[in-house]
């Protein structure tokens, strides 16, 4: 089991940059990828980025080179830097991890989620 809490939710202007962060606890060491989706009303989770173990990002083409995500596989945390902030950004942005193969040499098949942290840009 992996247990996923987000931080770093709040209300913006446009143009302005925030800070998601997500700490990861549990069977952490089972973690292959993790990413930030986002969600608004009525519309499906869309990824906004992702990062494997070695270190490979993805990004969502709305991004447009204005997000960074991170990972700190020491510290089991994961951050999204979000710079140049739209309205349309506005959403809950939810921390994702993908486990597998561990490294104690279990299996755990499964994708967490965390419970989300709403972000909301004014214009």
């Known amino acids: 089991q992996v247990q996923l809490v987000e931080s770093g939710g709040a209300l913006v202007q446009a143009g302005d940059s925030l800070r998601l962060s997500c700490a990861a606890s549990?069977?952490?060491?089972?973690?292959?990828?993790m990413g930030w989706y986002r969600q608004t009303p009525g519309k499906e989770r869309d990824l906004v980025a992702s990062?494997?173990?070695?270190?490979?990002?993805y990004y969502g083409d709305f991004v447009s080179g204005r997000f960074t995500i991170s990972r700190d596989n020491a510290k089991n945390t994961l951050d999204l830097e979000m710079n140049n902030l739209k309205p349309e950004d506005t959403a809950v942005y939810y921390c994702?991890?993908?486990?597998?193969?561990?490294?104690?040499?279990?299996?755990?098949?499964?994708?967490?989620w965390g419970q989300g942290t709403g972000v909301t840009v004014s214009s």
């Open positions: 994702q991890a993908t486990t597998g193969l561990c490294i104690s040499g279990t299996t755990d098949d499964n994708i967490y």
């Open positions: 990062i494997r173990s070695a270190g490979s990002t």
């Open positions: 549990g069977d952490t060491d089972c973690i292959s990828a």
